[in-house]
């Protein structure tokens, strides 16, 4: 079955501070993962998106890392600033039938950033 | 903004009552999407249009209805819906059908009272 599971759950941090989300899945076929960020009373905007072939991806303070041996995926934010609280989404792409991707969401990991 | 404007922003309705959900895309996409995000679980995908025909309905309850009268609209007609319906409902839209990057309304929050 085709899963992405996210931990944790939720996360405080103060600002300044670094964190790092993980993202776990069992998808096949795979074909590229991307993490979305969804602020409170908004929809998700994509961050970041990974294809089988490549580790590591960068936006800004926001750095993804892909493992496709393990199927693991991280986001690391780097000097945290209030504006990123937010859900933070992760979610896999899988190729389908009829040559259509499929996307699996994760539930998200809560970000609450403190002065 | 996403090129994508849904309306109403919240929508507060009774069990007997019929409402709509509106999706306008500005970005001159092919598909379409409704989701429905509930608390603490994953987006569940409920219904893509593609070049305006329905092409995938996720086991969804009749109560739900879904409009595609052109390319850059989608609705979602709403009746005699029950309290676990309650949920923020996103409209997305993608190029193409099944289309990597998919942009996302803000979502129309629904209580169901």
């Known amino acids: 079955k085709n899963q992405v599971e996210q931990s944790p759950q939720s996360l405080i941090i103060l600002e300044g501070k670094n964190c790092t989300l993980q993202?776990?899945?069992?998808?096949?076929?795979?074909?590229?993962l991307r993490w979305y960020k969804q602020d409170t009373g908004r929809g998700p905007v994509s961050l970041t998106i990974m294809t089988f072939s490549e580790n590591t991806k960068s936006n800004g303070r926001y750095t993804a890392t892909l493992d496709a041996d393990t199927k693991q995926s991280s986001l690391h934010i780097t000097a945290s600033q209030l504006s990123d609280s937010a859900s933070y989404i992760c979610v896999v792409s899988a190729r389908v039938s009829g040559g259509y991707n499929k996307l699996i969401f994760g539930a998200g990991t809560r970000l609450a950033v403190h002065p | 903004e996403t090129g994508v404007t849904q309306t109403p922003r919240h929508l507060v309705m009774g069990m007997t009552n019929k409402k709509s959900l509106k999706c306008e895309q500005h970005l001159g996409h092919n598909a379409m999407y409704w989701y429905k995000q509930s608390a603490k679980k994953p987006l569940e995908l409920m219904f893509v249009y593609s070049l305006e025909e329905r092409v995938e309905n996720n086991s969804v309850p009749s109560r739900f209805s879904p409009e595609c009268p052109n390319s850059s609209h989608l609705f979602l007609h709403l009746h005699t819906l029950q309290p676990e319906d309650s949920a923020l409902y996103l409209c997305?839209?993608?190029?193409?059908?099944?289309?990597?990057?998919?942009?996302f309304g803000a979502g129309t929050r629904l209580s169901v009272l």
């Open positions: 993202c776990n899945y069992t998808v096949s076929p795979f074909s590229n």
């Open positions: 997305a839209s993608s190029q193409d059908r099944g289309g990597d990057i998919q942009y």
